[in-house]
C-alpha cells in the first residue's frame, strides 16, 4: 500500500523529487567511483611529475573533501526546508482550486493568492540560500586541483 494521510501538495512534490533525483542519479551517480579514482591517478602523476612539492597539493585537494560534505549537508538541510514550503504552496492552490466556487462566491480568492503568493516568497527565499551553497561547490570544484 501507499502512504495515506498525504495532502496533494506532498503527493506532487514527492513525485518531482523522485523524477529530480532519478534525473540527478543518472547524470551524476558515475562519479561515486570515478572522482576517487581521479583524485588517486592525479596524486600518483603529480608525484611523479613534481616530486615531493606537489604534496602540499594534494593535502589541499584532500582538505577540500570535509568542507564540500558540510557545504552539501548544508544545503540538503536548506532543501527540505524549501520542500515543506513547497508542499504548503501546492496544497494551498489545490484547495483553491477545489473549492473555486466557494472562493469566488465569497471573495476569497484575494487571501488564497495572498497566502500563495507568500509560500512562494518563502520558497524562493530557501531556493536563493540553496543556490548560493550550490554555487559554493561549483567554486570549490573548480579550484581544487583535480
Not at 39 to 47: A, G
Request: glycine share 6%; aromatic share 8%; hydrophobic share 50%.
Amino acid at each position: 500500500g501507499g502512504r495515506t494521510g498525504l495532502t496533494a501538495g506532498q503527493i506532487t512534490n514527492l513525485v518531482a523529487v523522485d523524477s529530480q533525483k532519478l534525473f540527478e542519479l543518472a547524470q551524476d551517480g558515475n562519479y561515486s567511483w570515478s572522482c576517487p579514482l581521479a583524485m588517486v591517478v592525479v596524486s600518483v602523476l603529480l608525484i611523479i611529475e613534481l616530486g615531493p612539492s606537489s604534496i602540499v597539493g594534494i593535502v589541499a585537494m584532500f582538505l577540500f573533501i570535509p568542507l564540500v560534505k558540510w557545504i552539501v549537508r548544508r544545503m540538503m538541510t536548506i532543501r527540505k526546508l524549501r520542500a515543506t514550503v513547497a508542499d504548503a504552496r501546492v496544497e494551498t492552490t489545490s484547495s483553491m482550486l477545489q473549492g473555486m466556487r466557494f472562493a469566488k462566491l465569497n471573495r476569497y480568492e484575494g487571501r488564497f493568492v495572498d497566502r500563495i503568493l507568500e509560500l512562494r516568497d518563502k520558497e524562493v527565499k530557501h531556493l536563493r540560500i540553496e543556490l548560493v551553497y550550490f554555487a559554493a561547490t561549483m567554486f570549490l570544484t573548480v579550484v581544487s586541483p583535480v
